[in-house]
């Protein structure tokens, strides 16, 4: 099924190429053929953690003139809270996992090079 669904695009592809009906639907500026690389961009980091924990901490630094010793316990839950993200990030980080179902960018590009594209066109 997924080769006939390429096949009907390749057609179509170079029925727009042609010249049949006079002048080509598609006028490409460079070879239509892939790249056997793939931009080296960084993945998105995800949300921010420990908001909450960080504004309590300093909604009670303002109300007490930021004395640390009167928010003691803001502080030891913001802190709590970084160490279990950081500990969650550390175990995430360990097993490769696709973020997002896509594979990472420095991955990507090294299965092209091992099976490289065609260089010709349609």
């Excluded at 500026?29 to 998105?44: E, I, P, W």
């Amino acid at each position: 099924m997924a080769a006939q669904g390429g096949i009907l695009f390749q057609e179509k592809v170079s029925r727009l190429l042609s010249g049949h009906n006079g002048k080509p639907v598609l006028k490409p500026n460079r070879t239509l053929a892939l790249r056997d690389a793939v931009a080296n961009r960084k993945l998105k980091k995800g949300e921010a953690t420990c908001i909450t924990e960080m504004s309590f901490l300093m909604a009670c630094w303002k109300q007490n003139n930021f004395v640390d010793g009167l928010c003691s316990t803001e502080m030891n839950s913001f802190y709590s809270c970084v160490g279990k993200a950081q500990a969650a990030m550390k175990s995430k980080s360990d097993q490769p996992s696709l973020q997002g179902g896509r594979l990472p960018p420095k991955l990507a590009t090294t299965l092209l090079k091992r099976y490289p594209n065609l260089r010709t066109e349609i």
